[in-house]
């Protein structure tokens, strides 16, 4: 596609369900990131993908996050038994060649999640 | 263990007057470094980055920022800001891995 898609733009959840994020990356970006980012904070690294593999998950706050990609495209992140500090705008980013050498991250819009 | 220190939550200039975000990290060696922008209701756009060679580079929208080994420091300046300024700045480093981000600064206008 043109850009990064992420869907949903906005989800209202109830604490304890469990709730499913999108990103479609662009067309042979081979590396895709998650960020989540709260109200007023910066970016938190969350994971990364090099294709479908994640050599690093350290980001993930706790074992209720989980991320899985297909071959390299879309990525899906999965929130299980949401709590309320989990409220936050989750952010995917794809770059070309997997290297941060070889520019920018492009970023999606952004999927707002509010549990209450 | 890998960081990105942005010292300044908020700042607040005048229009015209220069501007200057610091940006410090820590990193087991000279990472790539990039600032990014995002503003109000816009997704992250990337202004600059440096990988290699000359230590000042341009950006885009008459940013620039300097490289400085010895302090582990890659500061963005503008010389002279416009009201369309107004957003949030994000250092971030990264190399054969995962990019992180910086807490952001908040930049404010005074008309």
């Known amino acids: 596609g043109a850009g990064v898609s992420q869907s949903p733009s906005n989800k209202v959840t109830e604490k304890g369900k469990d709730v499913e994020l999108r990103c479609d990356p662009i067309s042979g970006h081979t590396a895709l990131y998650w960020y989540r980012q709260r109200l007023g904070q910066g970016l938190e690294f969350l994971i990364y993908?090099?294709?479908?593999?994640?050599?690093?998950k350290s980001g993930l706050p706790s074992d209720r996050f989980s991320a899985e990609r297909t071959g390299e495209s879309v990525s899906t992140l999965t929130i299980q038994r949401t709590q309320q500090e989990d409220s936050a705008v989750y952010l995917c980013a794809s770059i070309r060649s997997g290297r941060a050498d070889t520019g920018e991250l492009f970023f999606g819009e952004g999927s707002r999640l509010t549990v209450l | 263990a890998q960081s990105v220190t942005q010292p300044d939550i908020h700042i607040t200039v005048s229009e015209g007057a220069s501007l200057e975000l610091r940006c410090n990290y820590s990193?087991?060696?000279?990472?790539?470094l990039f600032w990014y922008v995002q503003s109000p209701g816009q997704g992250l756009q990337l202004l600059l980055k440096y990988f290699s060679g000359d230590t000042l580079v341009q950006g885009i929208k008459g940013f620039e920022a300097e490289f400085k080994r010895s302090q582990s420091s890659f500061n963005l300046r503008k010389p002279s800001v416009h009201w369309s300024d107004a957003a949030e700045y994000f250092c971030?480093?990264?190399?054969?891995?995962?990019?992180?981000f910086g807490k952001g600064t908040r930049l404010h206008i005074l008309p």
């Open positions: 971030a480093v990264g190399r054969d891995d995962k990019i992180i």
């Open positions: 993908f090099q294709g479908n593999s994640a050599p690093d």
């Open positions: 990193y087991g060696a000279t990472p790539y």
